[in-house]
């Protein structure tokens, strides 16, 4: 199987369900934003982060394929056919129980914070703020195209990088600036 299909060279895309649509469609938009966080996620992980964040990361990498999927499935249809393809209220229920334990470690939280610090930290900054923008991208499917979980899903998604990133930034010793 050749790596281009030729298909989408006219601006183009495939849908799950076989439908084509414009790559500007609403929800390829969606589902490129969910990507483009994945590749944020990777590119964290092959720097120097500490392995329970990277385990953690992995996780979502792997959470955010099925994400991607069902986004690219308006006909709802892999997640009836395939388990890795699912995300359910267990896997928010995790993403809450990370944040606890590492929201509990951290000084509390009495002012906004800029992003920046270590180098881990700033990254997960900014990879939150991409999981921001494919939230928004998501909404603007409309309530109806979509699974609700995936919408809070992506929603604990950023809430955890905000405390990965401060997480990393406290462990490295880099103090926050506050807003």
């Not at 500490?50 to 992995?58: E, K, T």
């Not at 069902?70 to 993403?95: C, G, M, N, W």
């Not at 509990?104 to 700033?122: E, K, Q, T, W």
């Amino acid at each position: 199987m050749k790596l281009y299909t030729k298909t989408g060279d006219g601006g183009e895309t495939g849908l799950f369900d076989g439908t084509r649509v414009p790559k500007s469609d609403a929800r390829v938009e969606a589902y490129g934003a969910v990507d483009e966080l994945d590749a944020w996620l990777g590119l964290i992980r092959s720097g120097k982060i500490d392995p329970d964040l990277d385990a953690i990361l992995g996780r979502i990498q792997r959470d955010l394929f099925a994400l991607g999927a069902q986004l690219a499935d308006p006909s709802h249809r892999i997640s009836a056919r395939v388990e890795k393809a699912t995300l359910a209220q267990a896997d928010v229920a995790r993403l809450e129980g990370w944040i606890d334990t590492l929201d509990a470690a951290l000084p509390r939280l009495r002012h906004f914070v800029l992003a920046g610090g270590a180098p881990a930290g700033a990254q997960l900054h900014l990879a939150r703020t991409v999981c921001r923008r494919a939230e928004r991208r998501i909404v603007a499917l409309g309530g109806d195209a979509i699974d609700p979980v995936l919408l809070i899903y992506i929603n604990r998604v950023s809430d955890l990088l905000f405390a990965m990133a401060r997480t990393v930034n406290t462990r490295a010793g880099v103090s926050e600036h506050e807003w």
